[in-house]
């Protein structure tokens, strides 16, 4: 007796030796590899040889001198307009969270008029 993954219910049913086959793998599928995740090649690698070209500079060390900067202000400022705009959206939509949460709270706890 063999056992094997039922599609339907997703647990293991016995099925005569017939019926089963070898999960192994197929032989003449080429592995893939896998995809970049950080980058994104212009060309593809086999009309460029071994060197590929990226679309974007590499902005890291402009970044990092940009944070690493002693200026006295949060790091999570130091992005400029954006990161401010960011930062005081939020902190508004969480004191008016806090705030309606405190209002539904309060006419929770108003006894009902009958």
């Known amino acids: 007796m063999y056992y094997r993954l039922n599609g339907v219910t997703q647990r293991l049913t016995g099925t005569p030796a017939a019926v ?38 590499n902005r890291v060390p402009d970044l990092q ?11 999570h400022l130091k992005g400029g307009v954006i990161d401010k705009l960011l930062y005081r959206s939020t902190m508004s939509l969480t004191v008016g969270g ?7 709270l309060y006419f929770t706890a108003q006894p009902s008029n009958k």
């Open 20 to 57: 089963c086959s070898s999960q192994g793998l197929r032989p003449g599928v080429p592995p893939v590899g896998p995809l970049a995740i950080f980058t994104s090649p212009t060309k593809l690698a086999s009309e460029t040889g071994s060197k590929v070209q990226y679309l974007g500079a």
């Open 65 to 75: 001198r940009l944070f690493q900067k002693s200026v006295g202000i949060p790091v």
């Open 98 to 104: 806090v705030l309606y949460c405190l209002v539904a």
